[in-house]
T-cell receptor, first 113, second 113 residues
Framework: DQQVKQNSPSLSVQEGRISILNCDYT??????FLWYKKYPAEGPTFLIS?????DKNEDGRFTVFLNKSAKHLSLHIVPSQPGDSAVYFC????????????FGGGTRLMVKP | KAGVTQTPRYLIKTRGQQVTLSCSPI?????VSWYQQTPGQGLQFLFE???????NKGNFPGRFSGRQFSNSRSEMNVSTLELGDSALYLC????????????FGSGTQLSVL
């Protein structure tokens, strides 16, 4: 069963506007969440993370929101830039589980100039 | 600082053969994780090593194995290759195996014919 789901396989946004990528999870044991960005022919690159004790974490243009009761997190990119075009993966982990991440299926973001 | 290095970049094998993939983590990083990426299953955790010990293992058959050396370099081996093993194999490293952001290599693209 997919414990981490990204229901939108793709998203298209105009440059300068907000991009919102969504992720849902089912395992209530998850308490640490991360977002990675992946360009073709490269490995994923860490973007931002959030612990379950927080509901928001911000880093520059990137903000992650966590709604534990809904088991939902979202990544906001403001303003979106063409260089943000990539596949975005959300991932989840449990405490004391090392780096055993469970990834969502990814969302392809296209930012149009 | 050099990033995570994976060799080889591409591999073509036939069914029944075995393959060994190599990963050199970022200098000073002692935790190494392996992930498999396929179009159908997405990114899936294979195993994690820290200080030459396997800490966690994903839900993969025993044909998939790995090890870590005293210099933190890691190898993974797949024996009796099947067509379904065709995938991008990603290695990631971190300082500690404690919910840290992972630094991924560019991966080894394995094709099984």
């Amino acid at each position: 069963d997919q414990q981490v789901k990204q229901n939108s396989p793709s998203l298209s946004v105009q440059e300068g506007r907000i991009s919102i990528l969504n992720c849902d999870y089912t395992n209530s044991m998850f308490d640490y969440f991360l977002w990675y960005k992946k360009y073709p022919a490269e490995g994923p690159t860490f973007l931002i993370s959030i612990s379950s004790i927080k509901d928001k974490n911000e880093d520059g243009r990137f903000t992650v929101f966590l709604n534990k009761s809904a088991k939902h997190l979202s990544l906001h990119i403001v303003p979106s830039q063409p260089g943000d075009s990539a596949v975005y993966f959300c991932a989840a982990n449990r405490d004391n589980a090392g780096n055993m991440l469970t990834f969502g299926g990814g969302t392809r973001l296209m930012v149009k100039p | 600082k050099a990033g995570v290095t994976q060799t080889p970049r591409y591999l073509i094998k036939t069914r029944g053969q075995q393959v060994t993939l190599s990963c050199s983590p970022i200098s000073g990083h002692r935790s190494v994780s392996w992930y498999q990426q396929t179009p159908g299953q997405g990114l899936q955790f294979l195993f994690e090593y820290f200080s030459e010990t396997q800490r966690n293992k994903g839900n993969f058959p025993g044909r998939f194995s790995g090890r870590q050396f005293s210099n933190s370099r890691s190898e993974m081996n797949v024996s009796t290759l099947e067509l379904g093993d065709s995938a991008l194999y990603l290695c990631a490293s971190s300082l500690q195996p404690t919910n840290e952001k992972l630094f991924f290599g560019s991966g080894t693209q394995l094709s099984v014919l």
